[in-house]
């Protein structure tokens, strides 16, 4: 079984630019998630999607972040402007089952983006 | 809301020792735990969990878990040290009662495992 696809794996970028990241989670699986991972920290989540629909974005910063899943698969996550504080790795996960029973589902993650904004 | 506290930053342990990284929780309603590694420049890889039943879970690479509702814990646990294991572990809680079923991670403990 193939696991998460994300990429690219690192992009370098100047702040104020803009940046895109890709994900291709487990075939099958309902729930996606993006998460920030600040180095010496450990992952914080950004955004839940539950197919195509937005499950929790509480903790995306909404006026540089967005993401979307629009044909409830693969997902993009954008920042524009950059920031400095926005260098971090980029992680995608998902796990097959949703509602109430992600609660006890295996989250399944990618090897993730790492950016640097300079 | 739900937390995770792992106390150290770093645990060293030498090779054929059992080695133990600790993991305390706070949640409302019933934990769902979990224990993750990450080695460098790859994403998190699943270890083991708890939902339920027996206090001691068994996971991959003969890593195990012991839940401890009393203490709050779910240190994880294994009885020979390989070198092969020194990479970064995080422990990561869900809460029953929290909607959406976030997954909270811990700040990570780095285990260095020395020959």
């Known amino acids: 079984e193939a696991g998460v696809a994300q990429s690219p ?7 104020r630019q803009s940046v895109a990241f890709w994900c291709n989670p487990i075939s099958g699986h309902a729930t996606l998630y993006w998460y920030q991972q600040i180095l010496g920290q450990g992952p914080k989540l950004l955004i839940q999607f539950q197919n195509n629909g937005v499950v929790d974005d509480s903790q995306l910063p909404k006026d540089r972040f967005s993401a979307e899943r629009l044909k409830g698969v693969d997902s993009t996550l954008k920042i524009q402007p950059a920031k400095l504080e926005d260098s971090a ?3 995608c996960a998902s796990n097959e089952q949703m509602g109430s029973r992600v609660a006890t589902d295996t989250q399944y993650f990618g090897p993730g983006t790492r950016l640097t904004v300079l | 809301a739900q937390s995770v506290a792992q106390p150290e930053d770093q645990v060293n342990v030498a090779e054929g020792n059992p080695l133990t990284v600790k993991c305390t929780y706070s949640v409302s309603g019933n934990p769902y735990l979990f224990w993750y590694v990450q080695y460098p420049n790859r994403g998190l890889q699943f ?5 339920t039943g027996d ?10 878990a012991e839940f401890n509702k009393s203490q709050t814990s779910f240190h ?19 809460d029953s009662m929290e909607y959406g079923n976030k997954l909270v991670f811990g700040a990570g403990t780095i285990l260095r495992v020395k020959s």
């Open chain 2, 76 to 94: 994880l646990k294994k009885p020979s040290a390989l070198v092969s294991d020194s990479a970064l572990y995080f422990c990561a809680v869900r």
């Open chain 2, 55 to 64: 206090n001691l879970v068994k996971g991959s690479y003969g890593f195990e």
């Open chain 2, 47 to 51: 270890l083991l969990k708890y939902i």
């Open chain 1, 89 to 91: 790795v980029y992680l």
């Open chain 1, 9 to 15: 794996r690192y992009k370098i970028i100047e702040k």
